[in-house]
């Protein structure tokens, strides 16, 4: 394409805040728009990247023998029942038709999609079978991102359909060939982790995190062993040791009395953190819960949703917790708390011997504090995050950590929806089953942010071919010379014939101008018609190291094969 | 793809009941799938037809350099002013956030782009450029029809920019050119028309009609020119004859001594239709409108609300026709209305010669009523539907009508909107000028339905290669015969070397059933592997004509080569 008939604004000046902030850089390179940091815009060059991403997703799935189909994405809210709108929660977007039916814009398809199945698949014979879409969805985030995470978001989705559970293992394997294949493509580095299930029922799910010290995400690997596994979700198997303990008498006191502020006294007083029994106060179905973890830890509140069993947890009312206890949360202790108060503890809290916790009284504090001896604990539980240095849970090495960001979530779901939905099948024996299932999200436009991360330097982006807009960015210094301006237009319809998908940059602009655009649009290679057009002789550069050479316009074709047959 | 992996499930009976509703058959044959008759997937085959047309739109726009874009479908509600939203009036979708942000489901992308070319268009050197994208758009639309007309569909919206009128002329041809390409490569027979500007402001508008007898547009077009237009805006251009008038003397008469009821009274009435001065009452700003027509014509109100400069026309409240005229509106006629109310009249009305109407008083009406004589009117207009028979507006020939989809519509915009959006440029003397626009709508899911309307016959589809989900549908009857079945393994395999698409039907199920679904899905040509495979022989069938040969396998891909090259 020409690029004076592209549509490719560009900003040199690069902000001295953030410089690597991958919006602000394809902002600024002319891939996307932004409007109010909210209302992201692919214009040409980041729709081409993006085309890029799905046609190496549509060759993986076709691997698969997966059907590509487009689900509506307005659909009746009817089709949800209270548990799936629960799980979905403040993040659906639902709006009315001017029939006043209630409508949402679907943030995945598996519900509408069970409905069509159930519908249309009675037999083993029809089974399995795979289908997938590369579609639009909304959710009502919070913390928008630029293209990392916004309201809007391009996603591929995929849904199997089984009839053994051999079978659906089988597929689980397949599409984690099939994802790594597409990292491998684009060149990410990447790890497959455990992930919990979120608001989804089923069996098993792995995420796959693209790993980068900018990531959202807190991974747990072994060190010498392939396991790794989402943060959140990393069981801790160091076994609590109990100590020998010579008791002391339980003392109370008054924060007052030691010289530092009530919100102060746990980080500041003079104890090891490892003896702090800290307290939260949760409440659920009206029923208060109280949760015990030491201070040397941070609790997980993913695992306790988990031993909770609950969706999402909610903070004690301050006005209950004084009802109840005769205090505020912040001074509420294990100790001589109301009978049929709950009391769960991380097995942490096992280890303490004459620890120290709130007193129940506003201002007071306890001394000495021994678990069982002091108080009661109806339940232990693993309720903490994992620590670096600490056993790695498949037993091999030792925890350490790495960042990264999100880019796909796979779950198997098995017959967990089917039965919830009475979606069934006859068996060959003529026995009802329910259908397995599996569904496998991968974020499109959240690959393109971390892509658009990790391929840049400080000119601009340095794309690998698998993504890059365009593979040759011809530029002609010659735009007032009639020779040089003739060999540039030859080597464009040269490159055009030869398959190369070229961007030319004719524009009437100092060739100073054509070089910045050239390095922050980042193609991999830039051919130069310049001083020595009337040679035959062009200039190429390799976007990735710099590097140039002159070449005669009968080599070139030669030279960008060979180019992009090691590139 | 074998069929065996692939989702497709069919319905091979037909209801009896408007057998060819295409819609149904889409149902039936497995291209889509509806929910309570309002939200359509497109399963595997329907998703595979639409890719086909976008394949081919994205080749036209090639040619015309255009820039693929994918802009935000969720914006802000402050994006669109006061205009903007009436315009789109209640067919916009609005929605909120969890901040209470208002939002809406964008159903054109003009102000949002225009915001974005604003912010980067400064100079006539960024001057013309195209961008476009394929993307699904939202319409709270009321009747819905299926792939036709739905509240979610797929659309190619096109926007030029240019620098001068020229400019923009031209491309207004080209992008004609462009539209025709499409529709020819897809065999559907269409007509371009003159249109209305609809809710846009702008200087030209035409539609592109696909002819059909089912088609809810309505075209007149000359007998003898290339003339055509919209039903809705073709103009009268026939003189209206004035005649010699012998006046009676007007009498006001009561409708009780007619024996008809005042609901029939000017149908059954004993007078020529062209006599009968029919009366409307419309209210604009508070203030009441009296519009008056021939019996023997339809009253436009297109044409009347461009009359009016309104985008759209309210009745008047009973209460107030009442409290003016002192009667209801049913009974309101030309004569001694309120002065201060304005009459406008078609010029059909000028022709009438002791006619008759209602009398401005409940259940009276009058005779040998004669326009300027008995009431004054303000203003003569052309304000009703052209007829058959009628003079063609371009001066050639007579008019006559035809019924077609609307598929397209485009718009030369020129300065409207960049006037009003202060969207300008510095031209070559550094002089400040708007930005002259089009806009070029296509309905793809649209031309979908269209297409399957066209292609069919009583047995299912047929595809023209252009459209077909696959090129080849290779049917085995030898799922259980050895030979048999390894042909047809060879042939699925020789078939995909040769780049063909294949549907392989190796099913389990009778020979009648894999007949039936192959003619319902109905795909160029069917290859049956049958009794003759232990000789090596197939049978080709052409979906088309039902006409069939053997042939040896070793000539099937010539074979099928010479069938493409003249389908």
Known sequence: MKQSLAFIRTNHEMPSIKPLDPNERLIRAGYIHSQNDKFISLLPLGKRVLQKIEKIIREEMNVLTANEVSLPTLNSLQSLDSNERQAYSAELFQLNNRNKDELYLTPSHLEIL?????????????????LYQIQTKYRDELNINGMFKNREFLTLDVY????????????????????????????????????????????LSHEYVVLSENGEVTIAQSNQSDFAVNFDVAKVTLQTTIPHCEMKELIKEKISDTGVSADD?????????????????????????????????????????????????????EKLVSELFGCTTKYVGPIKLPVHVKVIADFGIK???????????????????????????????????IQEGEPSPDGNGIIQFAKGHEVAHIFKLGAAY?????????????????????????????????????????????WPNSLAPFDVHLITECVDHEEGWLLSEQ?????????????????????????????????????????????????????????????AKEELIDRLNEFFRVY
């Open 114 to 130: 069970s409905l069509i199945v159930k519908e249309k698949i009675t037999s083993y014979k029809q089974l399995p079978f795979v």
């Open 160 to 203: 199997s359909f089984h009839h053994t559970t051999e079978n659906l293992e089988e597929f689980y394997e397949k599409i984690d060939q099939v994802y790594s294949a597409i990292f491998r493509r684009l060149g990410l580095p990447y790890k497959k982790v455990l992930a919990d299930l979120g608001s989804y029922c089923g069996e």
């Open 265 to 317: 006294f746990q980080t500041h007083i003079d104890i090891p953190a490892d003896r702090i029994i800290k307290t939260n106060v949760y409440q659920l179905n009206g029923e208060l819960i109280v949760v015990l973890y030491r201070g040397d830890h941070i609790l997980n509140e993913v695992k306790l949703k988990n031993v909770l069993n609950v969706q999402s947890l909610k903070l004690a009312d």
């Open 351 to 385: 280890s303490i011997c004459n620890g120290i916790s709130f007193g129940n009284e506003e201002g007071s504090y306890y001394v000495n504090v021994n678990p069982e001896r002091d108080f009661a604990i109806n339940e232990y539980a693993d309720l903490r995050y």
């Open 418 to 462: 089917s039965e919830q939905w009475n979606a069934s099948f006859l068996d060959e024996q003529g026995v009802s089953k329910p259908i397995l299932m599996g569904t496998y999200g991968f974020g499109v436009s959240r690959l393109f942010a971390v892509a658009a991360e990790m391929y840049q330097d400080e000119k601009g982006f340095i």
């Open 491 to 551: 080597l464009y319809n040269i490159l055009l014939t030869y398959q190369f998908e070229v961007l030319f940059d004719d524009r009437q602009l100092s060739i100073d101008v054509k070089y910045k655009d050239a390095n922050l649009i980042g193609l991999p290679v830039q051919v130069i018609v310049g001083k020595k057009a009337s040679e035959g002789i062009v200039t190429v550069v390799d976007r990735r190291t710099g590097q140039s050479y002159e070449c």
